[in-house]
């Protein structure tokens, strides 16, 4: 009977951590999710743009959030310009890509893409 008791309390437990562990795995499928929906986004969204530095820009969206931009490296004379151009293809730029263009010509690949609240100072 002791026995029985150990392994009904055991099995209890035992389903508790799977559980637990099944929420973790499906938590960390929702960020990675996150990340891959921030791969690319659809320039018919964005309202302007604001230069932060030679590695960083960010875009104005329509809706909640901006999307701050970072380069892979840094981007010679963005700031001092405050300009850039794309190229959208089918209406997206995607990170690691597509690059933003200086007002010199210099092609910066974009590195990623982050959803930052509206009003937010700069990072």
Not at 2 to 21: D, F, P, R
Request: charged content about 25%.
């Amino acid at each position: 009977m002791l026995i029985q008791k150990h392994l009904i309390i055991g099995s209890a437990l035992l389903g508790t951590s799977i559980s637990v562990a099944a929420q973790d795995a499906e938590t960390e499928e929702r960020t990675e999710a996150a990340k891959e929906d921030m791969r690319c986004i659809s320039t018919s969204n964005i309202q302007s743009y604001e230069v932060q530095s030679d590695e960083v820009v960010r875009f104005k969206m329509q809706g909640a959030d901006d999307i701050l931009v970072r380069l892979k490296r840094s981007c010679p004379q963005l700031h001092y310009h405050g300009y850039i151009s794309y190229q959208p293809v089918n209406g997206q730029l995607c990170a690691r890509i597509d690059d933003l263009v200086s007002r010199a010509g210099t092609p910066c690949r974009i590195d990623s893409f982050s959803k930052i609240p509206r009003g937010s100072a700069r990072p």
